[in-house]
């Protein structure tokens, strides 16, 4: 994926979502389901594809974050508990009506959806994380709408997400987003809560997520109906885009095609970040990641790489240390000197099998067609000088 430069701090949200390459939308259980009859709001799902077709027409790419696999579920499955592996079974039963219903609204625009479920394990832990990175930009490349949402069947209690906005981050830090869209039932941030104050203030741009702030998205909204989020996990939310360099919108979703809204200039609170997906993806590489090993490569490897390669097995000679895929490893020059840092697309192993060969001799070599390259050049920050 080329890089892409910060979106820049506008007024509006219209202005950030008219900026936007690449964007997260989320989407609750509380818009998509309706409670009384545990079934999806279909004209509202229908306008809601509209709008994402939309923004595809415009070029943009769209990745989806959707609840109501539980709900959903329970409602064909009315008498389950309360305990995780009730939940469990509601959602086994659910995900398929959820992309059934998604897929129906998607298909007259003739788009496609694709099933994404994910845990956080996925997201946190490099290797998977690598995985289902190449798996959504694969899916965005043959122009499928990926519809994300935490795997609750396997799930367990401590590598639960247990929110789909914190999943919706994620997901916009994976993917290398501009700009996540929080779609929730107020139309953005207020200084205080609007139900119950007449002289709440809504906050149209953030700049910063100070503790203040912070402090104005209070607890989980207590009528969230079948949701299970509140304003303060999307500032949580938020604060996870943002360090991703991901610019994050908190929009109403309580009417008919809200993302047309937001670009029409609807009310909704923007709040921004201070660098691009890309520059806030290699920063994190380069300052936040212990090397587990080194590659050793050939002059003319180096000079690929400075010249914005990626790093093919042809030109390492050598591997040390025992790092799995998806590791941080450092990059030696023919003259021991550390010309960058990466992340591996092979283990040590696999690595050590297939250095000094060409590209088209690793499925051969391996017993599997991977990667084309040891380290793609989005993976790898290189030292200045």
Known sequence: ????????????????????????????????????????????????????AALKAEGREVIVVSSGSIALGRGRLPNLGARLEDKQAAASVGQSLLMAAWSGA?????????????????????????????????????????????????????????????????????ARADLLILLSDVDGLYTADPRRDPNAAQLPLIETLSADILAM?????????????????????AQIAR???????????????????????????????????????????????????????????????????SLLPAGVTAVSGGFEKGDCVRLIDPNGRAVGVGLAAYAADEASRIRGRRSDEIETLLGYRGASVLIHRDDMVLDDR
């Open 217 to 237: 998205g209070g607890g989980a909204n207590a009528d969230a109906g079948v949701g299970t989020g509140g304003m303060a996990t999307k500032l949580a939310a």
């Open 243 to 309: 360090s991703a360099g991901c610019a994050t919108i908190i929009a109403s979703g309580q009417t008919l095609s809200p993302l047309a809204a937001v670009r029409d200039g609807a009310r909704a609170t923007l709040i921004a970040a201070p660098d691009g997906p890309m520059a806030a993806y290699k920063q994190w590489i380069a300052g936040s990641l212990s090397p587990a090993g080194a590659l050793t490569l050939d002059a003319g490897a180096v000079t690929a790489l400075k010249a914005g390669k």
């Open 1 to 52: 994926m080329s890089q892409r430069a910060a979106l820049p701090v506008g007024p509006s949200a219209a202005s950030a979502l008219g900026a936007a390459r690449r964007v997260v939308v989320k989407i609750g259980s509380s818009l998509l389901i309706d409670a009384a009859t545990r079934q999806p709001t279909r004209d509202w799902l229908a306008a809601v594809a509209s709008d994402l």
């Open 106 to 174: 998607l298909d007259p625009h003739g788009l496609i959806a694709g099933q994404v479920l994910l845990t956080r394990d996925d997201t946190e832990r490099r290797r998977r994380w690598l995985n289902a990175r190449a798996t959504v930009e694969a899916l965005l490349t043959h122009g499928v709408i990926p519809i994300v949402n935490e795997n609750d069947t396997v799930a367990t209690e401590e590598i639960r997400y247990g929110d789909n906005d914190r999943l919706a981050a994620r997901t916009a830090q994976l």
